[in-house]
């Protein structure tokens, strides 16, 4: 059905709409799977000129050759399954729209026509890229719609709980009655930083009716602000389910998907928690890229993305420019065919991004590339898609970025980070868990489970720990886990020192602390492990939290120092920020305890945090992968190969054959920048590399074969020895 109110205001658009929903209705006989599922690459095409906002609305320049059949052409020459067209900005509407203004070189032509009519010739799924969240032109017309800060200025964002919900649905609305397939909402946030919005009387008045008091004046960290994050996460959430409603509404057919910031490093201020921001969607889309979220980002968003909504397929954007979506420069070949790979080979589906020329023109060596990119993971789908094999899940603590990272998140995202970053440079494969979503049966599917400095922990959650771990799980803790209350303050004892076997004496306030493992000592068999290529009594730094613990049941390994401090320092009359060498043994750097039928490795520092920091050693990563292999000595797949090589492992049940995805990340070097120094740019992968791996396995197998043509494969007992020269392959074992 219309709404009567929305017909008497747009008429003709009522009626065009009507027409479409009529035609929906029938099409929603067929049976086949929505495009999402059936598709593993695709391409969004956006103009660039308007992105900033409030644009000249009269330079007629600005997309004067955007063409919607061109892309179109452009996108299946270039292999892409799908395609995302920019339709909506803060300035622009890009098609004949009755709501907004036309970006002003188009004049009179209608690009989602043009599109939509080329795209039906090839059955190209066409999906609306729709802006909910940029500053702009309509902002400045609507003053009404915007954000407050507590002081009541406005922050110049619009209001998820304002009238501005209407108006987005009478935009989709008119874009749906062209018959596009779907939308891509970007983006449902609340700002990346200071000021945190909203405070205005709409905002203000639903807070009181629901919490029956006053907001907070700002981020005042107490059980009122407490409810704010509560308020902010909810607020986004009814805005995204109330507009799938209304789309689905007009055509159920129809999928819509957000673009989604609840992974690191995006925290509480931009309103989206890790699942409950995932899951009001047909999928998840997020986005990586080596500049803005690192070279490991690239695996561990997908995993985040899988974890936040197990068994629904998940999108990950990435782009062809170097630096930036809109900075009109093109990677290399390797750059690109590197990072599509590897999200393919973690499961997700890709979305290549191309920003186009100022007038609205296409480049045509990005195309050129992106078409060798796309077709190469098209010819390559069957080993993309299949069932992860974990050796460990990494805990993701939303609660304790909130509480403890507060307004410098990274405290906490830097031990989680540290921990994947030592899995996939010591080649653990690793999945994702998440505190929203945790269950005994989500916790069972990993042989091992590390709290990577997860400092707030529910009785529901030691509950769960506790229960796997009794039943034959293995937990690895590391860093304050378990030691700070609901709102961040610290407790007196860990919350799950019953698992540890040990009790709290002090939290060490320094972050520069050390350890030391002598071998000469007698140890029992897990414990050999854990000097296994470490020197032997020699103090190497640990960088990150760290804790004094007291012993009951478990066994002690090693020893934990406190730093140095100058006299100055103890003063408080110089910083601490560079590491100090290390003094005298505060307690034991390891333990050991044996609950039920599991084990517990507690490491007293922090290996992980250590491993992601600006003082990381080699060592550190090893001492985290010795503590996983105290806990689990043999997985079913041991890889070894280069640190800057990349093994993900899936299992194809059904045809009783693993996949072996080796990818390796090979950029040249780069000087300082011009700003930051002496931080530098990521390089870019102009050139294939060759590189030896091995494939340890547990069980018995029948053949081994790899995918491309040019991987030297030996084989030696149980161990598979494979030369590799590409930045891809596929080593496939048959048991």
């Known amino acids: 059905m219309i709404p009567k109110t929305f017909a008497s205001r747009f008429p003709l658009l009522a009626i065009t709409l009507s027409i479409y929903v009529w035609g929906s209705l029938h099409a929603q006989e067929s049976t086949s799977p929505p495009w999402f599922e059936r598709s593993i690459v695709g391409m969004e095409v956006g103009p660039t000129g308007a992105q900033f906002g409030y644009s000249d609305s009269t330079d ?34 890009y098609y004949n729209s009755m709501l907004l203004p036309k970006a002003p070189g188009l004049g009179d032509r209608d690009p989602l026509r043009e599109a939509i009519e080329e795209a039906n010739k090839y059955g190209l799924p066409l999906i609306s890229y729709c802006v909910v969240q940029q500053a702009g032109n309509f902002l400045a017309e609507h003053p009404q719609w915007q954000m407050r800060g507590f002081d009541g200025n406005p922050i110049g964002r619009f209001c998820f709980n304002s009238g501005y919900l209407e108006a987005i649905k009478q935009l989709v609305a008119e874009q749906l009655a062209y018959g596009i397939d779907g939308f891509h909402i970007d983006m449902l946030d609340q700002g990346f930083g200071k000021p945190y919005g909203c405070w205005c009387e709409t905002c203000s008045q639903l807070f009181s009716d629901r919490f029956g008091g006053n907001m907070p004046t700002g981020a005042t960290w107490d059980s009122n602000w407490d409810n704010m994050l509560d308020f902010r996460y909810d607020t986004s959430q ?52 080596v500049w803005g979220f690192s070279a490991l980002g690239v695996g561990l968003n997908a995993e985040f993305y899988r974890a936040s909504t197990p068994g629904v397929p998940f999108q990950v954007a990435i782009q062809r420019g170097v630096r930036m979506y809109h900075d009109q420069t093109t990677r290399p070949l390797n750059d690109m065919r590197w990072e599509t790979l590897t999200l393919l080979a973690h499961g997700a589906f890709v979305t290549m991004i191309d920003k186009t020329a100022f007038d609205g023109s296409l480049d045509p060596v990005a195309y050129e590339r992106i078409g060798e990119v796309l077709g190469e993971a098209r010819e390559k789908r069957e080993h993309f898609g299949h069932q992860p094999v974990y050796d460990l899940g990494l805990y993701f603590s939303s609660r304790t970025r909130d509480w403890v990272g507060r307004e410098e998140p990274a405290k906490y995202f830097q031990s989680f980070q540290g921990a994947h970053q030592a899995c996939a440079m010591e080649h653990l494969q690793f999945g994702v868990l998440l505190d929203e979503s945790i269950s005994l049966e989500r916790l069972k599917t990993f042989p091992v489970v590390c709290l990577p400095n997860a400092s707030i922990l529910s009785s529901i959650e030691v509950t769960l720990f506790t229960q796997y771990v009794s039943e034959g799980g293995k937990l690895l803790i590391t860093g304050q886990t378990g030691q700070f209350d609901a709102m961040g303050e610290p407790l007196k004892d860990s919350a799950i020192a019953d698992l540890i076997g040990s009790h709290v004496a002090r939290h060490l306030e320094t972050e520069d602390n050390w350890v030391s493992f002598d071998a000469s000592l007698t140890l029992s068999d897990p414990a050999k492990r854990l000097i296994e290529g470490l020197r032997s009594d020699w103090k190497f730094l640990v960088k990150g939290p760290a804790t004094v613990y007291e012993p009951t049941t478990a066994e002690p390994l090693g020893r934990l120092y406190a730093p140095d401090r100058t006299q100055r320092q103890i003063d408080g009359k110089m910083h601490t920020d560079w590491p100090m060498s290390a003094s005298e043994s505060v307690g034991p750097a390891v333990l050991l305890n044996r609950v039920g039928k599991g084990v517990v490795v507690t490491c007293a520092a922090s290996p992980d945090y250590a491993t992601a920091s600006e003082h990381a050693l080699v060592e550190d990563r090893i001492l985290f992968r010795n503590l996983f292999r105290m806990l689990q000595p043999d997985s079913r797949v041991t890889i070894s190969a280069p640190a800057n090589v990349e093994a993900v492992v899936t299992d194809d049940p059904a045809s009783r054959t693993l996949r072996i995805h080796f990818l390796a990340y090979n950029p040249t070097p780069r000087v300082t920048p011009r700003t930051n120094r002496p931080y530098t740019l990521p390089g870019l992968i102009e050139d294939l590399p060759i590189f030896r791996v091995s494939i340890e396995l547990h069980t018995s197998f029948r053949d081994v074969e790899s995918v491309s043509s040019k991987t030297r494969l030996r084989i030696v007992d149980n161990t598979i020895e494979a030369t590799i020269e590409d930045i891809h392959d596929v080593v496939l074992v048959r048991y």
Do not use: M
């Not at 673009?259 to 699942?275: L, Q």
């Open 238 to 289: 009814q805005f995204e389910q109330e507009l799938v409603a209304y789309i689905k509404s007009i055509n159920p057919r129809a999928t819509v998907d957000f673009n989604y910031h609840g992974t690191p490093p995006f925290s509480f201020e931009v309103g989206h928690r890790p699942v409950q921001h995932a899951s009001n969607a047909d999928f998840v889309t997020g986005e990586t890229g």
């Open 60 to 93: 007629a320049r600005y997309c004067k050759q955007w063409n919607g059949r061109e892309i179109v052409q452009k996108c299946v020459e270039a292999n892409a399954e799908y395609l995302v067209l920019w339709l909506r900005d803060g300035d622009y509407a």
